[in-house]
């Protein structure tokens, strides 16, 4: 299987990246999105949400909701090179924005291109004040990408593909009892392994 982009995002040789990680209530990974032709068309490609269990997103890693990113510029705006995009959902804002509906980046939840170099310090508070933070990662390098006016939306049949029925993401990504797929078993493993524990201060100040 080929390794998780969530595993080398967190990866501990890189600090900030890693911070964030750690602070993050979920993430949404959308590996090797980019098709050919991409530039002509809406649909960037689908990935899968983890959120941290728990009221207070303080627990382990749960189960996996599908996920489709969709946007006019998206081609434009990664090059047209396949390319990784993470997604790290700071907030309890965020997650709420994306569990109501399909919803616009940049709009209806707040986006902001991922930080590096000398910005990339994880207790900065303008990144920590941000719903979203995206990256791409295209030849094993990341780099922070705006994915502003790109609308996210839950893959229902996909995710029922997947648990055998409907369900919405919400069950998945909130419920205590939903099991995690053999699918997403790497993917879970990963982001446990590399974040299993909620850092953030919101949550510590709770």
């Known amino acids: 299987m080929r390794r998780s982009p969530a595993g080398n995002f967190g990866h501990s040789g890189q600090s900030a990246r890693a911070g964030f ?5 979920c993430v949404i990974v959308f590996p090797l999105g980019i098709e050919a032709g991409l530039g ?15 009221k207070e997103f303080n627990g382990r890693w749960g189960a ?9 510029s998206l081609g434009m705006q990664i090059g047209g090179e396949s390319t990784d995009l993470i997604l790290l959902v700071m907030n309890q804002k965020g997650v709420a924005s994306i569990l109501s509906s399909k919803i616009k980046l940049g ?5 902001a291109a991922g930080p590096k170099g000398r910005d990339a310090s994880a207790d900065t508070d303008f990144w920590m004040r941000a719903e979203i933070l995206s990256y791409s990662r295209s030849r094993g390098l990341f780099a922070g990408i705006s994915l502003e006016g790109s609308t996210l939306r839950p893959d ?9 029925h409907k369900i919405r993401a919400k069950a998945i990504l909130l419920g205590n009892k939903v099991s995690i797929p053999t699918t997403g078993r790497h993917l879970v493993r990963v982001l446990q392994t590399n974040s299993p524990r909620n850092e953030s201060k919101q949550v510590a100040s709770r």
Do not use: F, H
């Open 21 to 25: 990680l750690a602070k993050a209530e």
């Open 40 to 54: 002509m068309g809406k649909d960037y490609g689908r990935g899968a949400m983890v959120c941290r269990k728990g």
């Open 64 to 72: 996996p909701a599908m996920y489709a990113l969709e946007g006019d």
């Open 107 to 111: 709009g209806d939840a707040s986006a």
């Open 156 to 164: 229902n049949k996909a995710n029922a593909r997947i648990y055998g």
